[in-house]
């Protein structure tokens, strides 16, 4: 199956070594896409894991989860991308069928050799 990041790759030769902790990704693109990609495979744990320690409080392993399953995830697209910042828009479709976007810049951390999702602004 092709990676739902976008990527143009494998999933196994994609984002699945990340979700199944064989290695970390190596860039905070790398690990945006591979959340998303979290996303739209349901892979709460994973998506709470990558949350920086001082934002889990806010986003629990349950909501992650449920944001992932209620949420029909089209396609990732990265407007831009930096050391520590990805701008990215994400489509999926809303409770009416029709196409909407999750525009946002993430802010990222890296610690201990592992990235980490931080916040974001929305646009």
């Given at each position: 199956?092709?990676?739902p990041?976008?990527?143009?790759?494998?999933?196994?030769?994609?984002?699945?070594?990340?979700?199944?902790k064989?290695t970390?990704?190596?860039?905070a693109?790398?690990?945006m896409?591979?959340?998303?990609?979290?996303f739209v495979?349901a892979?709460a744990?994973?998506?709470y894991e990558?949350?920086?320690l001082?934002?889990?409080?806010?986003n629990?392993?349950?909501?992650?989860?449920?944001?992932?399953?209620?949420?029909?995830w089209?396609?990732?697209e990265?407007?831009?991308a930096s050391?520590?910042?990805v701008?990215?828009k994400?489509?999926?479709?809303?409770?009416s069928?029709?196409?909407?976007?999750?525009?946002?810049?993430?802010?990222f951390?890296?610690?201990?050799?592992?990235?980490y999702?931080?916040?974001?602004?929305?646009?």
């Amino acid at each position: 199956m092709n990676c739902p990041c976008g990527s143009n790759f494998i999933y196994a030769a994609c984002c699945e070594p990340y979700h199944l902790k064989l290695t970390f990704a190596p860039t905070a693109e790398g690990l945006m896409r591979s959340r998303y990609s979290a996303f739209v495979l349901a892979k709460a744990d994973y998506l709470y894991e990558t949350t920086h320690l001082s934002k889990r409080k806010e986003n629990s392993k349950d909501a992650y989860l449920q944001s992932a399953r209620n949420t029909k995830w089209l396609k990732l697209e990265i407007v831009a991308a930096s050391h520590n910042q990805v701008e990215f828009k994400a489509f999926y479709l809303n409770k009416s069928l029709q196409t909407e976007v999750l525009h946002e810049k993430s802010n990222f951390k890296l610690e201990n050799g592992k990235w980490y999702y931080v916040d974001g602004v929305f646009y």
